[in-house]
């Protein structure tokens, strides 16, 4: 099952969510209500008068009470899920932060913080996406880890302090290629979903502990220990107490059956994945069994732990759930999965003594060597490393990232010059890094845009374009974007106000020969994509098309467009784009017509694909694999192919790989 086909089980799971969570609700509301008559009819409470004036004692059956009592809670459920799903808007920051993460500062000299920050940043590129945010859950001594967002724009992804210093490169890798599984497979934008609705439904436990607590706490309860008449009232906002807590935790058990049938099916996949994009079972298999001989093992201590516990990379929670109640499947079925010869036995882990570590007050001397001793070391690759051609199943595996990838991706990192990477990482640099890339190579334009720059910006941004301009004018367009991909954690720093600074200088760039080309189109739809949803809180885009027929006119443009660049002659361009239609023709029982160039501005181009970012994943795969095709017919990706690949890639929401070196690739 690929990304696609994932993306579009997960969009379908979430209409059983909605139903099983309906069902939850009604369950635990009319538990409460019926806790509620029976207590009052037992206790012979008065519910109201009768005609002549006498005391109408409560019955069990009194629709009335039922519905109130029962409506009443349903609302309070109902008003918990809808202020939890709220605060996650925000996306994976927000459950990060809250269960006690710190956002890895770029330039830490921690050997171990760098270590993660390269293996996650290796895994962006090998998989399309921009590099997520980083967080370390500093006071956890377990091995665990976590991916949360709504989309790839706003993803993050956590690791346990534990984590990052009990496992080697090797192992974290395949615990981060099984968080990455989660990113591209639309299983944390349905964590997220499930992590707001259940809170309503756990929050009646809450409600019962915090009555509980407030009688043990309260004057109220010093005054039953010394023998006051309100022991009574005491008693009876106990048992209130009690009720909710016994009803609260079988909302408890529905939330947890619910959390580990979304759950329990997905982390074997995601642990097929990890061993498919790394190639190595050892890996994620090393860090399964570190977990079973650690004291610690993979548990998570912050009181937050049981609302995210089906998002972690293996169970959290001090008192593991069993059988049908498991969120995550047991230690032993999952490495036996993966390594079916395993003898059974746990490895003896302990935490290692703790290091002096410069991290936090390190210098930017200090900062550069730790990046450049922790970044992989690979040998000067010839020619340029990024791909110039295709081999045959770049664009059939799609939405699989697979092991030649990762290494391909891990090549193209090792390979960017130290100062590039540097720039990138810090909000001044990443800013001067697409400038960098905007300024026209026409040295009458490039006058007139520097200008703009020295009277925008800073002296020190001015002089960074300057010289990243003259290192990266000439790079191919799948290097750039790496770099872009990069930049991205950097440009979420920035504040809202500069933010929209830097936007307004992107497009004065852009306009400023009066054109818009490939590349500058391409750049607008990454940060239209990853950095207007994360600063503007834009949601998803609902699906409107689930049939390409609705689509052949767009799917056609596209095409044609594809068609047409990197070639010689009319010829070529009508077999390559009988290559990408021959993928789409069965699927709307006719053909596609070459446009022509006149109907292929990029007006045009725009408003194709905003219709697909409607489509369904299925869709959007199909449209995807005819544009590789298409691309792929001459065996060559040139610099404009890759360029539009990527902005159709980021403005329908799918990630696209670097594509592949062969053995003749220049």
């Not at 006690?100 to 050997?111: E, H, L």
């Not at 097929?272 to 069994?289: E, H, Y």
């Not at 089906?310 to 032993?332: D, I, V």
């Not at 036995?345 to 007050?361: D, T």
Request: net charge neutral; with cysteine.
């Amino acid at each position: 099952m690929d990304f696609f086909e994932r993306q579009e089980a997960a969009r379908k799971s979430t209409r059983w969510l909605v139903g099983w969570y309906v069902l939850a609700v009604f369950g635990v509301a009319a538990a409460i209500a019926a806790l509620a008559s029976g207590a009052l009819s037992l206790g012979g409470g008065v519910v109201g008068v009768s005609a002549d004036g006498m005391p109408v004692r409560a019955k069990f059956w009194n629709p009335e009470l039922l519905l109130s009592v029962g409506g009443g809670t349903m609302v309070i459920i109902l008003l918990g899920s809808l202020f939890k799903s709220m605060s996650l808007s925000a996306g994976g920051a927000a459950v990060a932060r809250s269960l006690g993460g710190r956002k890895i500062d770029p330039g830490t000299a921690d050997a171990d913080e760098r270590k993660l920050l390269n293996v996650v940043e290796e895994m962006s590129i090998a998989s399309g996406v921009p590099v997520p945010e980083v967080y370390l859950l500093e006071n956890e001594q377990g091995i665990n880890a976590f991916a949360a967002g709504r989309t790839p724009s706003d993803a993050v992804v956590a690791a346990t302090r534990g984590c990052v210093r009990l496992l080697t490169r090797d192992e974290l890798q395949g615990v981060m290629a099984h968080e990455f599984s989660h990113i591209l497979n639309g299983d944390m934008k349905l964590n997220l979903r499930l992590m707001g609705l259940l809170f309503g439904i756990l929050m009646i436990t809450v409600m019962g502990r915090v009555v509980l607590r407030s009688i043990f706490y309260s004057s109220y309860g010093r005054r039953r220990s010394s023998g006051s008449k309100d022991g009574g009232g005491v008693i009876a906002i106990a048992a209130l107490g009690v009720a909710l807590v016994v009803v609260g935790y079988l909302g408890v058990l529905a939330a947890n059956l619910i959390k580990a049938a979304v759950s329990r099916q997905r982390e074997f996949l995601a642990d097929a994945s990890a061993v498919q994009f790394t190639r190595n079972p050892d890996g994620i298999g090393g860090a399964l069994k570190k977990i079973g001989g650690l004291s610690a093992g993979s548990r998570v201590v912050d009181p937050h732990a049981e609302e995210a516990s089906h998002m972690f990379f293996a169970c959290g929670l001090k008192a593991k759930m069993a059988g049908a109640f498991a969120t995550h499947p047991p230690l032993e079925k999952r490495i036996r999965a993966i390594e079916p010869r395993w003898n059974g036995r746990f490895p003896k882990v302990s935490l290692p003594e703790i290091s002096v570590s410069a991290a936090g007050g390190a210098s930017p001397q200090a900062a550069a060597f730790a990046a450049a001793s922790t970044r992989p070391q690979r040998k000067p690759v010839a020619g340029d490393p990024v791909a110039a051609f295709l081999n045959a199943s770049a664009m059939g595996g799609l939405g699989v990232l697979s092991n030649e990838q990762v290494e391909h991706a891990r090549d193209l990192y090792a390979s960017l010059p130290a100062n590039w990477v540097e720039s990138a990482h810090h909000e001044a640099g990443a800013q001067a890094l697409v400038f960098a890339m905007l300024v026209a190579q026409d040295d009458t334009l490039r006058a007139a845009e520097m200008e703009l720059l020295r009277a925008a910006t800073d002296t020190l941004t001015y002089e960074t374009v300057i010289s990243l301009h003259d290192e990266i004018g000439d790079l191919h367009s799948s290097r750039k974007i790496a770099l872009i991909d990069l930049a991205i954690p950097a440009l979420k720093r920035l504040s809202p106000d500069e933010y929209e600074r830097f936007r307004e200088l992107m497009r004065r760039l852009i306009e400023s020969d009066r054109q818009v080309d490939l590349f500058e189109f391409m750049l607008q739809k990454i940060v239209s994509r990853h950095l207007d949803i994360y600063f503007n809180r834009r949601p998803p885009v609902k699906v409107r098309y689930k049939s390409m027929s609705r689509l052949a006119k767009e799917a056609a443009v596209l095409l044609s467009t594809l068609a047409s660049l990197g070639v010689d002659s009319q010829a070529e361009a009508e077999a390559s784009f009988a290559a990408g239609a021959a993928e789409i023709e069965p699927h709307i029982g006719g053909k596609l017509e070459l446009k022509e160039g006149s109907d292929c501005g990029l007006a045009a181009i725009d408003a194709a694909l905003e219709r697909f970012d409607a489509a369904s994943p299925l869709v959007k795969k199909l449209l995807l694999v005819a544009c590789g095709r298409a691309v792929m017919h001459d065996g060559v990706v040139a610099s404009d192919e890759a360029e539009l690949l990527r902005a159709i890639a980021d403005t329908i929401g799918c990630p696209i790989p670097p594509f592949v070196a062969t053995e003749n690739a220049a």
